[in-house]
């Protein structure tokens, strides 16, 4: 199952974003879904999840900043990033947690 990101951009430090993820051919609501994100040349990181009962986690780095929602009726899953910083710049991809098949991400560029 290939889950596909969108939504990125280029934004100022302080500046927020919302990325979505979109899930095909699949019930959607049956599976948990995480967002993750990749410097280049760094390993890629897990920074929020969100189960199929809706119960989330995120890495310390997000917390308090970035929300993950889902829209079950939508086939959705969503990141809103508030309070964007410069080492929040990166790759962002999500994937069905446990699922080892990646989708497109989208970048992210926070600069002034």
């Known amino acids: 199952v290939q889950l596909q990101a969108s939504g990125g951009g280029s934004v100022q430090p302080g500046g927020s974003l919302r990325l979505s993820c979109a899930a095909s051919?699949?019930?959607?609501?049956?599976?948990?879904v995480g967002w993750y994100r990749q410097v280049l040349g760094k390993q890629r990181d897990l920074i929020a999840s969100?189960?199929?009962?809706?119960?989330?986690d995120y890495a310390d780095s997000v917390k308090g900043r970035f929300t993950i929602s889902r829209d079950n009726a939508e086939n959705t899953v969503y990141l809103q990033m508030n309070s964007l910083k410069p080492e929040d710049t990166a790759v962002y991809y999500c994937?069905?947690?446990?699922?080892?098949?990646w989708g497109r991400g989208t970048q992210v560029t926070v600069s002034s």
């Open positions: 994937k069905v947690l446990g699922s080892e098949s």
């Open positions: 051919g699949i019930i959607f609501r049956f599976y948990g």
């Open positions: 969100i189960t199929s009962g809706g119960i989330t």
